[in-house]
């Protein structure tokens, strides 16, 4: 799950970052509204935490303008602010839903996990594909009833490819769906992650269908299908 996080308060920014990626997110971070803004509508986040109180462009604003061009990626409102009329304002503009500070880490993920699956809210949190399941709660996966171990980062990737089964994405588009925008990594990064993931729900299921498929000249997918 990618996560944009969006404080001018680089202390709280910083260890809000750090702690949703202990917990096996992709976090991207800015400090003022309009970077926010330019990040939030060139690339694709679950959700995005956004800060009222911003330098450049403030929060409300930044809301206001992401649905105007369409961008329906759930907003997480954070203010110092807890008036009724603040949050009025901030959910009458577009925000999904709102926090205010000082708050605990562990409801802000709580209301992340609550957001990322709003649109599908009458299905279990659990992403399937043959025989092969992924928990987005639980942070488990398994295949034919055998636990499989994960790091995060391969967690991460086999979540973004699971979400987007069937469909065949380049080592670019999955380098900025499943890193930070700035990390610093190459595409053979990719290959690498791609190579461990084969390891470990293909490889050891001698006679199942291998489900991680190279797409030559193209990229990558999740799939059933026999190509």
Not at 13 to 32: P, W
Not at 74 to 81: E, H
Not at 88 to 117: C, H, M, Q, W
Not at 119 to 137: C, F
Request: with cysteine; hydrophobic share 40%; aromatic share 8%.
């Amino acid at each position: 799950m990618k996560i944009l996080v969006v404080e001018d308060d680089h202390k709280i920014s910083s260890s809000i970052k750090r702690g949703l990626e202990q917990e096996a997110f992709a976090v991207d971070t800015a400090f003022n509204g309009e970077a926010g803004f330019d990040l939030a509508v060139s690339e694709n986040y679950d959700v995005i935490i956004l800060d009222i109180m911003l330098p450049l462009m403030d929060g409300i604003e930044v809301c206001k303008r992401l649905r105007k061009e369409k961008i329906s990626t759930p907003v997480l409102m954070l203010t110092a602010k807890s008036q009724v009329s603040d949050k009025i304002l901030g959910l009458n503009t577009g925000a999904d839903d709102y926090l205010s500070k000082p708050f605990s880490f562990d409801e802000l993920v709580a209301r992340i996990r609550a957001l990322s699956r709003r649109p599908k809210a009458t299905v279990e949190n659990i992403l399937e594909i043959a025989d092969l399941k992924l928990n987005q709660n639980r942070f488990t996966v398994e295949r034919d009833g055998q636990q499989i171990t994960l790091s995060k980062k391969e967690f991460s990737l086999l979540e973004f490819l699971m979400k987007n089964k069937n469909q065949v994405f380049t080592k670019e588009q999955i380098i900025s769906n499943v890193w930070n925008f700035d990390a610093d990594i190459l595409p053979n990064t990719v290959e690498v992650y791609i190579g461990y993931l084969r390891n470990k729900i293909d490889k050891p299921f001698k006679g199942k269908q291998d489900l991680l498929k190279t797409v030559r000249g193209f990229g990558y997918k999740i799939s059933e299908d026999k190509k």
